[in-house]
Structure formats: structure tokens, C-alpha cells
């Protein structure tokens, strides 16, 4: 199993990022999928989710309105679109895979994950 993350990088607050995660060696339609972030120092947290099928989604209170998750289940692939990001925004990336959520539903908590990435590192500059 490996889940790829990539799009990473240097952005000025206010900019515009979108994160994806490729995903290989598992029937990547019969998993949820969430993203999660570890700041600098801090315990990972939960950003945003995706049922398996793509219909229920579910972001964090602080990234609401700015951050938008999405897959492609031919391209087995999970995305997040970033935008007007800020200086607390800035962690680093990780997905995830969830084998037990159901075809609308999506899990929160990283306990309720089987399967990560390596992460991609976000920054932004004030």
C-alpha cells in the first residue's frame, strides 16, 4: 500500500495550493480518505474528509469555506484545494486511507485510519 502525497510547497498568506495523494495497492473506491496536518511541535489534526464514494465530505471548523477535498476514483487519487491560506495553515500534510467508512460516511479521527502517506510539507510566509 502506498499513498503518495505531493503539491507541498512555499506560499504567501492569501495564496492557493492544491495537495494531492495518489494511491496504489488497495481498491482505492472502497476507502475513505481524509487529510490530516502536524504543525511544527503540535499533535496532528484532523482537516478534511471524503466518503468513499466522493458524496459526504466533511472539513474542520478552521478551514471551512478555504479548503475543499475531492477524489477521482478512476485516477485513485484524493485531492485538497487550498486556498486564502494563512500563517496557521502551515504544517505538514499527511493522508490517509480508512477501510471501515461506509459508501456516505467519513471518519474524523486518525485512530479510524489504516493507512498514510509520508506527508508534504506546506508553508506559508506572512
Known amino acids: 500500500v502506498q499513498l503518495q502525497a505531493s503539491g507541498g510547497g512555499l506560499v504567501q498568506t492569501g495564496g492557493s495550493l492544491r495537495l494531492s495523494c495518489a494511491a496504489s495497492?488497495?481498491?482505492?473506491?472502497?476507502?475513505?480518505m481524509g487529510w490530516f496536518r502536524q504543525p511544527s511541535g503540535k499533535d496532528r489534526e484532523f482537516v478534511a474528509a471524503?466518503?468513499?464514494?466522493?458524496?459526504?465530505?466533511r472539513h474542520a471548523d478552521s478551514v471551512k469555506g478555504r479548503f475543499t477535498i475531492s477524489r477521482d476514483n478512476v485516477k485513485n487519487t484524493v485531492y485538497l484545494q487550498m486556498s486564502s491560506l494563512k500563517p496557521e495553515d502551515a504544517a505538514v500534510y499527511y493522508c490517509a486511507a480508512d477501510r471501515r467508512s461506509s459508501t456516505y460516511t467519513v471518519s474524523t479521527g486518525p485512530y479510524d485510519y489504516d493507512y498514510w502517506g509520508q506527508g508534504t510539507q506546506v508553508t506559508v510566509s506572512s
Open positions: 471524503v466518503s468513499r464514494n466522493g458524496v459526504g465530505t
Open positions: 495497492g488497495i481498491a482505492f473506491g472502497n476507502f475513505g
